[in-house]
């Protein structure tokens, strides 16, 4: 088990280099096991989520070989299993996304529930609904979620809540299904029109991705091809609210600065100035943030996988700011590790009451999840002094070496061993 040691107290200065999107990677790798023939992906982050994925696909027997450190070529024509279990699904939020892939493959598909962060409820009964609609007998049995047709058919298919994951998994079963499908209350996140972009780039015929409704008209067959993954909006978050946290100057490059429209408005609101390039975003703050509101939504509204690190920046701002959650049921749970550094907040439900303090002070803590995991690095940062940071298992599933991206913005950050008791006994 490791840790990560954060000497704050100074502010990031520099350049730092954004990887392919996670969430785009963790629907796209699956929608590779529709195609007939192989497929290079390029521009993959180096993040634990991403093997975890890779080496699914290789035991259902896909062929996948490294080309670089960021790109990879997959051979799925041997795929000859529908079955994820709970051992290969375990702590991968994106396993359910093998049901839409598999069903559009094979017309079966038993897949365990999916794992990841713990902060609320992940029903899926929004993904059932659409994959019925589409002609699939769904069953939940022994912990394992069970799905056949004997074909799948064109649907009309309105989600009752906008839910990311609903969309991806019927995109994926629809694809190749018989006749038009019609998705209405689509999310519209940045990472659904990739995956339409990478299923039209073989030969699907998708079209509204990035839209309130979806069409999706069936093919019979999807050749494979070379595609490269979009730049992840949250890490470029991350990064932009770490300069706004510590004071900093920061070049953000390799992104795209329209999917970034939400954050970079709130954080110039907190006071941040924020220049905008074709590929690239510069941040700069020289002052005290200033108290807002912060509502987080389904894209375009401000993210929820934001939400933590831009309170952990309102815990030193000038007055009282209110975060309200309206996605996900219990994504506070990181406050408990904030207010051990000093920050003052009152959690009610779904709403945080923040009020700043002058400055954060270091204590150990721990990461809840990836976000907050994040959260805790800015806050490390923000802290005069030592701060070690805990579980931070949480954070390698979805920040590509993170520690060196950091320190080459100038912070004092490492990624230490822990040493266990028994390890000390043995030492002693």
């Known amino acids: 088990m490791e840790k990560f040691v954060i000497k704050g107290g100074k502010a990031l200065k520099g350049e730092v280099h954004i990887s392919g999107a996670k969430n785009a990677a963790v629907a796209i790798l699956p929608a590779v096991m529709l195609a007939d023939s192989p ?12 093997s975890a994925i890779l080496n699914v696909m290789s035991s259902l027997g896909a062929d996948v070989k490294l080309v670089n450190k960021s790109s990879v070529r997959i051979d799925p024509k041997n795929v000859n299993s529908y079955i994820v279990t709970k051992e290969m699904a375990e702590g991968m939020r994106a396993s359910s996304y093998f049901l839409g892939a598999l069903l559009g493959r094979m ?7 999916p794992g990841g962060c713990n902060f609320g ?3 899926i009964d929004q993904h059932i609904k659409g994959f019925e609609a589409l002609g699939a007998e769904m069953t939940i049995d022994n912990g394992m979620v069970d799905g056949c047709a004997e074909i799948l058919r064109g649907a009309s298919i309105y989600l009752d809540v906008v839910s990311v994951g609903a969309t991806i998994n019927i995109m994926l079963a629809a694809v190749k299904a018989k006749g038009l499908t019609i998705i209405e209350n689509a999310a519209r996140e940045p990472h659904i029109v990739d995956l339409a972009n990478f299923l039209n780039s073989m030969g699907a015929d998708i079209m509204g991705a990035g839209t309130g409704i979806i069409k999706i008209r069936g093919v019979s067959s999807l050749r494979g091809t070379t595609y490269s993954i979009i730049p992840d909006q949250i890490e470029a978050g991350t990064y ?3 300069a706004v946290a510590t004071g900093g100057d920061v070049l953000i490059n390799n992104v795209t600065p329209e ?3 939400s954050i970079i408005a709130k954080l ?13 975003v510069r941040v700069t703050m020289n002052k005290k943030p200033r108290k807002c509101k912060v509502k987080t939504l389904p894209h375009p509204g401000f993210p929820t996988d934001m939400q ?7 815990s030193v701002a000038d007055g009282v700011s209110i975060v309200t959650e309206g996605v996900w049921d219990s994504r506070f749970r990181y406050v408990d590790q904030l207010t051990s550094m000093g920050a003052n907040i009152q959690v009610d439900g779904k709403m945080a009451v923040i009020t700043g303090v002058e400055a954060l002070t270091p204590a150990p803590v721990k990461a809840v999840d990836l976000r907050a995991g994040a959260a805790m690095i800015i806050a490390g940062l923000m802290a005069d002094g030592v701060t070690e940071v805990e579980d931070i298992i949480y954070i390698d599933r979805g920040y590509e070496k993170i520690v060196e991206k950091f320190s080459k913005l100038g912070a004092d950050i490492k990624r230490v061993p822990i040493i266990e008791e028994n390890q000390i006994n043995k030492l002693a």
């Open 240 to 242: 932009m609210a770490a």
């Open 39 to 50: 497929c290079v992906i390029e521009n993959l982050p180096d993040i634990s989520d991403v």
């Open 268 to 280: 110039k609101e907190i006071g941040a100035e924020i220049i905008e390039y074709d590929e690239a």
């Open 121 to 123: 409820v992940r029903p």
């Open 259 to 261: 999917h970034l429209d």
């Open 308 to 314: 933590p690190q831009i309170a952990t920046v309102l």
């Open 107 to 113: 017309n079966r598909a038993r897949v365990a529930p």
